[in-house]
């Protein structure tokens, strides 16, 4: 035997040379053959690549194949799983956006399950093992069981005496005993109907206040409150009171749900209304105050808050001019009469620089942002420069900047760029700039990018980039 035959003996069976012949591999053969099963042996033989790689070959292959059987299996190829190379990117963005709310839609959805009690409806609860409701009703039933017996003879109530059975009767009516078992079943009752009727009469007054029927609604919360008292239905029958301008009333309310649940932002809120509307304007500020401590970015009580102030500042105005106040320095008793001196009189009225340096070092040593953003309010944007610049500091400026971003641009955007372009000309802005930290500066370009966000005829956003060039 040659080597030629002896390595054609070891071949594969499904090797290209054993089963299709190499004069099969042409476009001619191809084109010409009809036998689905040998075209296939053929494109098999091709994409094992023994006999050499011939991708156009392969492709009128199947060409060939697919006009001789469509759902051939030959054709069938294999996919890869796809990566994010595989999409074009907004493609891949909208992937990602699914995916992110279903994950999201999932962790709330988790977080209501978990809070969710097992048993929706006190109700639908089964009695607790062994508890006296459970033995009472054995107990009943094991009796039951034991007087249901074979009736009596006729001859037996011959023997029956009537007027002993009578007067077991009435003893056993005047017996105590059954007294002490009735309020221990009825014990849990009254509790349980209560608080569904409270509820329901809640929920009913709800309905009244959303169709406009106040005073209706009051009736209906008074009866819930007459059931179960909640700060929730103190509160609601609060706010029914102020569409009613029952000032008093809601006052009431609101001190009655605070008793009950003392950091209530709705009460605060509504108490603060209550007493704007009662004109007691300092109460009215310190609720308020209350109420931003605990949430500082609530539009409506910052909104109020404005309000509050300014009623409290033209009243003051209205009350008088201000007094000028003398201070008078006067020496230590131990010192020559003669050596006394009495020092300059200073006027509360004209000093404005002293009264702004003591307002704003008040609020910057308390942390007080909003007590600053109100003083930013008040004071012109061109008297800024001279009534700072003596105590400009790197931590006074960003106090400031944090300030104005925080309490003042959502509401008075034109103010704020009217203050920064001011600012600018004040004395060693450029060396303070310098001396922000990290925290302030992210805070300047937050400003700059939502007054760039600002559509207003006051400034454009030319004049937004070119101050936040001078700052940033």
């Known amino acids: 035997m040659s080597a030629a035959e002896a390595a054609s003996a070891l071949e594969a069976p499904g090797s290209s040379s054993w089963s299709v012949p190499v004069e099969h591999l042409d476009y001619s053969f191809i084109q010409s053959c009809s036998d689905l099963k040998h075209l296939e042996q053929i494109l098999r033989v091709l994409r094992s690549g023994q006999d050499g ?54 962790r709330l959805r988790e977080a209501e399950l978990k809070q969710r009690p097992i048993f929706s409806e006190a109700a639908n609860v089964p009695p607790v093992r062994c508890s006296n409701l459970v033995q009472r009703s054995v107990s009943a039933a094991g009796r039951t069981e034991k007087t249901s017996c074979v009736p009596r003879p006729y001859r037996d109530w011959d023997r029956f005496d009537v007027e002993a059975e009578c007067a077991n009767t009435e003893e056993s009516d005047r017996n105590p005993c059954h007294a002490c078992i009735r309020p221990a079943e009825l014990e849990t009752t009254p509790t349980v109907s209560s608080k569904a009727l409270s509820v329901q009469e809640k929920d009913q007054g709800n309905e009244a206040f959303r169709s406009g029927d106040y005073e209706e609604a009051v009736a209906y919360y008074s009866r819930s409150l007459s059931l179960a008292s909640s700060a929730a239905v103190f509160n609601n029958r609060a706010q029914a009171h102020i569409r009613l301008q029952c000032w008093s009333a809601a006052l009431n309310d609101c001190d009655a749900a605070l008793q009950l649940e003392p950091g209530n932002v709705k009460a605060l809120l509504r108490r603060a209304t209550a007493h704007k509307h009662l004109g007691r304007l300092q109460e009215s500020h310190d609720d308020l105050r209350a109420v931003l401590l605990i949430e500082p970015h609530n539009a409506t009580a910052l909104q109020l808050l404005m309000e509050v102030t300014r009623l409290m500042t033209d009243s003051r105005c209205s009350s008088g001019p201000r007094r000028s106040v003398t201070i008078t320095e006067v020496d230590d008793d131990d010192e020559d009469e003669g050596s006394s001196a009495v020092g300059p009189s200073v006027s509360l009225r004209s000093s404005n620089t002293f009264e702004f340096g003591q307002a704003l070092n008040s609020a910057l040593s308390g942390g007080d942002l909003l007590t600053c953003a109100e003083l930013m309010r008040s004071v012109t944007s061109e008297c800024l420069p001279r009534l700072i610049g003596t105590q400009l500091d790197g931590h006074t400026l960003g106090f400031i900047i ?48 939502k007054l760039h966000a600002v559509q207003t005829q006051a400034f454009s956003q030319n004049d937004v980039t070119n101050l936040a060039n001078k700052y940033l």
């Not at 799983?81 to 279903?102: C, H, N």
């Not at 641009?409 to 922000?436: D, I, K, N, S, Y």
Request: aromatic share 8%; proline share 3%.
């Open 53 to 106: 790689f011939y991708p156009h070959l392969i492709e009128f292959c199947e060409e060939r194949i697919e006009k001789l059987d469509p759902e051939s299996r030959a054709l069938r190829k294999e996919n890869r799983a796809a990566t994010a190379a595989s999409f074009s990117t907004e493609e891949w963005r909208s992937i990602s956006e699914d995916l992110q709310l279903w994950e999201s839609s999932m």
């Open 402 to 449: 944090r300030a104005l971003n925080t309490h003042l641009l959502h509401t008075h955007p034109e103010l704020v760029f009217q203050h920064l372009q001011q600012l600018q000309t004040a004395r060693r802005l450029t060396m303070v700039l310098m001396l922000l930290d990290g925290e302030d500066r992210t805070q300047l370009s937050q400003i700059f990018q």
